[in-house]
DNA sequence: CTGAAAGCGCTAACAT
DNA sequence: ATGTTAGCGCTTTCAG
């Protein structure tokens, strides 16, 4: 039904590679006569309503101009930041004239068919990849890029400086005084770079003033525990994201407990709500939408550079983080 | 580089069509030496790594299994609980073998190519469509689904019992013995028919008991100032979303204002976060990820009847709320 | 600068 | 049941 170059090519009494040309604005005009013939191929172009057929120009160029987006933990890919991440993505991928499809490639995902079948030209993902998938995208040759992960060295990758992060957290704390500072991550927090990232920058914060740096990777029912213990509790705390300083903050005020008096907490990742917490907190922050726009950059850098200059090194990219302090951090309690 | 089905067929000695008849299973294996035929066929598909160019496929079926999320506004797509129903879409697609695309639409976005050009076979949107975007899918035939949202009553369309749960969230607050009860709307939440609707069912339960439905679409501060004004302020706040109950909790907090002591409020949407907000939020919640589930069946099903049964009016879903009854609401102040 | 023609890989109608 | 053939609509040589 919708019209194709052929139809104009027929009305215009003209080739449908000459209309292919024109709309492709592949004709320079120097001469009057195409010039004209030009402009009368569009005009009748834009009577039938002519669109390009994206699937016809897909399967004759080989490619669809799609990116897809692999997750396999749906809770994820909307967690924390990762929507602004993506926000950044699309539209940046769009300005290149490329779309993002999700796909989700756990195990019914039935993702091998979608990705391996040249539906999309390469992919973007937020998590370490699981085996089968990696091979697969190794084996189609499909470009992929890590975002806010670096679980695959061979891959272009960008990441957030979590060191540097974590380490300044820590250092805030101890310049407020505090000695018993911890690190707490959430038991269902799946494997990450940044665990030991931010784990490293703590550590490295602690042991310069000759702290223990301590770790809990626990529920938040055992880190309350630990918290609410007596004389040697933690009297700062930062959390592996904001999930946990919501989780604890919490906790925190069903045990009749104040923070920042009784508990100085840091997140990571500053998302919108934690603004807005009781008292408002203390975090780490990053510009999460570039992690998005740098992402597509670099995917597309990929799709365009025709596998060429294969040998030097993936790109990796590092994102700066910036200590946001708010009301969650104080000196710790005089008796401590 | 991949193997296609003339590759197999040529190895097998048969026609392509044989081979294609075989990998999509259509051959009934009666005859002994079909059914051998088909095994080595299958074998030597497998050696060969053979995977249908979905390119191809996409252009020779003339449809992509792509649907499109229509969108202009990035934050309103993750906003709320707007990820759960994502989800939902996203898996229920997969089941049907189709896939989700993120289409911005506004001015920027360059959509029209994407969106008309057949790169996606139907589409799906949160919110209110353009006058464009609304012409655009109409001229391309381009099946769509309204989730949430119901502003185009000739499409089929899924939304949220938002009278029902206003009208059961005054009713908790009238029971408690609040006289003095109104509804706040952000001043930036776009136009869209949940406003309205939450607006009706409040407003039925104020003028069940002769009350007076008291109505705020207007900035935070401007909230706050009613609310903290002399003798006949609120005593209870309904909050279109979540949104408004965090800005006005906090809000409240600063001004040392206790909740629901001095205000109780409830919610809409019950997004994970308010479940922990101090104190927790009593809000209408329903099942974000079956508006999803629902809008894949719905889109899948347009997509599959094949422009048949025109006649019937679209149809229209509509999923229950419930009252979640948290801290955030108590009786009003006795001086009240 | 233009036209003719091949090719992208699969599906489906038709003939055997 | 299998083979033959004609599309699907665009891009891209290759001649003219």
Chains 1, 2 share one sequence.
């Not at 925190?252 to 104040?258: A, D, T, V």
Request: glycine share 10%.
């Amino acid at each position: 039904m919708p019209a194709t170059i052929y139809d104009i090519a027929r009305q215009a009494g003209v080739s449908s590679s000459t209309v292919a040309r024109v709309l492709r604005g592949d004709t320079k005009g120097d001469r009057k006569d195409s010039a004209e013939r030009a402009a009368r191929i569009r005009q009748i172009a834009d009577s039938l309503g002519y669109r390009p057929n994206l699937r016809a120009r897909a399967f004759s160029e080989q490619r669809t101009k799609g990116v897809g987006l692999l997750y396999t933990d749906d809770a994820w890919v909307f967690e924390g930041v990762n929507d602004k991440v993506l926000q950044g993505l699309v539209r940046e991928l769009r300005k290149h004239d490329h779309h993002l499809l999700l796909v989700p490639v756990d195990e019914g995902g039935d993702w091998e068919e979608l990705l391996l079948g040249g539906h999309v030209d390469g992919c973007v993902t937020f998590q370490p990849l699981s085996e089968p998938v990696r091979n697969g995208i190794r084996q189609a040759a499909l470009p992929c890029v890590l975002l806010g992960d670096n679980s695959d060295c061979d891959l272009p990758h960008i990441v957030v400086d979590d060191v540097a992060g974590s380490y300044s957290a820590a250092r805030h704390l101890i310049a407020l005084g505090h000695r018993r500072i911890g690190l707490y991550v959430h038991n269902t927090v799946k494997p990450h770079c940044s665990i030991q990232e931010r784990f490293q920058g703590f550590e490295t914060a602690m042991t310069e003033e000759g702290l223990e740096p301590n770790f809990w990777h626990c529920s938040e029912d055992e880190m309350i525990s630990v918290l609410t213990r007596g004389g040697a509790r933690p009297t700062g705390l930062i959390c592996y994201s904001d999930l946990e300083s919501t989780l604890i903050g919490h906790a925190m005020w069903q045990y009749g407990l104040k923070i920042p008096a009784d508990l100085s907490l840091i997140g990571f990742n500053d998302k919108f709500a934690t603004k807005y917490m009781t008292p408002p907190l203390t975090t780490v922050g990053f510009d999460a939408n570039q992690i998005g726009t740098l992402g597509a950059e670099l995917i597309i850098r990929s799709l365009t550079s025709d596998g060429l200059s294969e040998d030097q090194p993936p790109t990796s990219i590092q994102v700066k983080t910036q200590l946001i302090v708010r009301g969650s951090t104080a000196a710790p309690p005089k008796n401590a």
